[in-house]
């Protein structure tokens, strides 16, 4: 019997709730042994995966060491990994949800400091005053220092945050901050400020799959089934379906749709959800219609970019 696909999923907190809804809208639902407080899982409706409970900490790990296959957590944890993390992790799908930004945040205080160019000149003027380095409170370290180094930024040391970052500048324990944040209020709560060139990365929750891990004919397979599904549920939200009554092949109207994006389809057409207002008026314009518009549950093109793009870089 040959061995199953590892998918890593969260295993507690809000970002479990959010990637158990996202897979449920994909017709997806996860059968946890051992009741809640499991931690493996089984996928129902993809055969051949096998579904591991883990923090997100430990999915970015496992991911980079090879351990599973594929794993959903936040691009930051990828990041802090360190190296050329892109030779050992695939991200396979930005998946809208887990969001938080890495940034570099000063006091309000330091009303002179907007920029990173601005912060190497505190870092340099602190040295030559008092002889100790500006220190920058972070849970970030591989990050931190990459971004830093980008920007000249030399005159510094890192205080290993274990707590809540945001309040070690209060504390006076570093002067500033390398910190995720949401919303921005925890920050400005504690008296901080983002620079305006200090976000560092964007984040969100990717679907990611590992470069590490060793892969079989039969697990690539069954993560195709897996993004075949995926990919098709996410052309569905973004696409909508046009059909009216008269034959929709023979008109300039829908020549002119066609090459502005609309796909055909037997009965009319595909278009983009954002234009179906644009493209119905367009066909009642010419006269064709009425035109009735519907959104598809699931749209499978013929290939699938994601596992394409798996199979090549695992080499198969």
Not at 166 to 173: I, L, T, Y
Request: overall charge neutral.
């Amino acid at each position: 019997m040959s061995e199953p696909l590892i998918l890593a999923v969260p295993s507690k907190g809000r970002l479990k709730e959010q990637v158990e809804a996202w897979l449920g809208d994909c017709g997806l639902k996860l059968s946890v042994a051992g009741g809640s407080r499991g931690y493996m899982a089984e996928l129902k409706g993809v055969p051949g995966i096998q579904v591991r409970l883990l923090s997100a900490g430990d999915i970015a790990e496992a991911l980079d060491l090879g351990e599973v296959h594929l794993g959903v957590t936040g691009e930051d944890l990828l990041r802090e990994r360190g190296g050329d993390v892109d030779a050992r992790v695939l991200l396979l799908r930005a998946l809208g949800f887990g969001r938080a930004d890495l940034v570099v945040a000063v006091p309000k205080s330091w009303i002179d400091v907007e920029t990173m160019a601005d912060l190497e000149e505190v870092g340099h003027d602190l040295l030559a005053r008092s002889g100790r380095r500006m220190r920058v409170a972070t849970k970030y370290l591989v990050q931190t220092r990459a971004f830093f180094a980008r920007h000249g930024v030399a005159d510094y040391r890192i205080t290993e945050s274990g707590g809540a970052t945001e309040g070690a500048p209060a504390a006076g324990s570093a002067e500033l901050v390398v910190d995720i944040t949401t919303t921005g209020a925890t920050l400005v709560a504690n008296g901080l400020k983002v620079l305006g060139d200090g976000v560092i990365l964007k984040s969100q929750a990717q679907l990611t799959a590992s470069l590490r891990a060793s892969w079989s004919q039969d697990q690539l397979a069954a993560a195709e089934r897996l993004l075949r599904v995926i990919e098709a549920r996410a052309a569905a939200h973004d696409s909508a379906t046009l059909i009216w009554p008269s034959d929709p092949r023979e008109t300039p109207v829908v020549e002119a749709l066609v090459k502005s994006g609309a796909s055909r389809r037997p009965n009319g057409l595909l278009v983009p959800a954002g234009k179906v207002a644009e493209a119905s008026l367009a066909l009642a314009g010419a006269g064709i219609g009425p035109v009735t518009a519907s959104r598809p549950d699931f749209v499978y093109d013929v290939g699938c970019v994601s596992s394409e793009e798996l199979r090549r870089r695992v080499h198969f």
